[in-house]
């Protein structure tokens, strides 16, 4: 039963992230970004982590939407008809995330995945560890994925 429900709110997350990031109107991508937020700070719950999940909720859900809907709001948005359609040399940076996703994806489906330490009482020293050496090249992976959406954020956002 928990297995399907973590499924289900992966789905929703995976969903609402992708309709956030394809939505025309900024307002309406933070209500899907919320959304994903939500069902991420479940998806912590379920794990058995839930001042992960309260966290989550109160940060990013709170405090950084409320933010992004405060700044949308005080400054004029152009409406998304008016705006100009993105040229095809403006994808570059999503081209480039979506090959570090499927490579990313590649080597998590061919890897074989180590045993996961017992869940007893491990220390944060003993956690690291094993984040950062047998975990290394996904925690390398992960951090280009957020680098190119710095510079893909940067660049899409840059004044022409």
């Known amino acids: 039963m928990e297995r399907t429900i973590f499924y289900i709110l992966a789905a929703v ?19 899907y970004l919320v959304t994903s937020f939500f069902a991420l700070a479940l998806i912590f719950y379920l794990l058995g982590a839930p001042f992960v999940a309260a966290l989550e909720v109160i940060i990013y859900a709170g405090a950084i939407m409320v933010l992004f809907l405060f700044v949308i709001m005080m400054v004029e948005v152009a409406s998304p008809e008016k705006l100009a ?10 081209l480039v995330l979506v090959l570090v996703v499927v490579a990313s994806l590649t080597v998590l489906v061919t890897g074989q995945a180590p045993p996961v330490p017992g869940a007893g009482a491990q220390t944060v020293r ?4 094993v984040l950062f050496t047998r975990y290394g090249v996904a925690i ?15 660049y ?3 004044r022409r």
């Open 126 to 129: 003993q956690f690291s560890q």
């Open 140 to 154: 390398e992976l992960v951090s280009m994925q957020l680098l190119f959406a710095l510079v893909g954020a940067l």
């Open 13 to 31: 997350t995976v969903i609402g992230t992708l309709c956030a990031i394809t939505a025309r109107q900024a307002v309406r991508a933070i209500v």
């Open 156 to 158: 899409l956002g840059r």
């Open 85 to 94: 359609k993105p040229a095809f040399s403006d994808w570059w940076p999503a």
